[in-house]
């Protein structure tokens, strides 16, 4: 910081930011639909913040926005295979039971660039089988893992940009 404003800078590399991470459909699907619901959602709180507050309407728009953009990557999809195991097998032998379920494992990270750093948002790990599967997983999405943290500005939209996270995963997945 010193160095900053005595005018004493040095180039650094430059690190690499979430925006910098690969895009895949999904990604592009994800945070083309997230950031419109999130534009129209702050759009609302504005316009309810300048009639209650009596204020300009862009100062209310500052006041409830508050954080970077919301960028969205699917950061993994590997294919892997269940193996069934003997007594699954033995169990089941009647009803021609599979003697392995492939699926696709991905992982799908949301970042905020708060204060010039990207912070992990959100993780969500699914198990997506696809229409080779047979039943009962043909065409099925299970969600492995999903956690947040508490971080997101403004506060008030955690909730709702998670949520439409899930939302617009499976819409993508239905399709």
């Known amino acids: 910081l010193k160095d900053r404003e ?89 009803s021609n039971y599979p003697e392995e379920v492939p699926f696709r494992c991905k992982c799908i990270l949301a970042f905020q660039n708060l204060d010039g750093v990207d912070t992990i948002l959100f993780a969500l790990y699914l198990y997506e089988h696809g229409e080779d599967n047979p039943a009962p997983n043909k065409r099925t999405v299970y969600i492995s893992y999903l956690d947040s943290v508490h971080f997101m500005r403004p506060r008030k939209l955690r909730t709702f940009v998670y949520h439409e996270i899930l939302i617009a995963y499976l819409d993508y997945a239905q399709q």
């Open 6 to 94: 005595s005018g004493k800078t040095t180039m650094k590399p430059m690190i690499p930011c979430a925006k910098d991470l690969p895009r895949t459909k999904l990604s592009e699907w994800l945070e083309n639909s997230v950031m419109s619901k999130v534009k129209a959602k702050i759009f609302s709180l504005a316009t309810e913040k300048e009639k209650a507050d009596k204020i300009p309407f862009d100062e209310a728009r500052k006041q409830v926005s508050g954080g970077g953009n919301i960028i969205i990557r699917q950061v993994t999809a590997t294919d892997r295979k269940l193996e069934v195991r003997e007594r699954m097998k033995k169990r089941y032998a009647k």
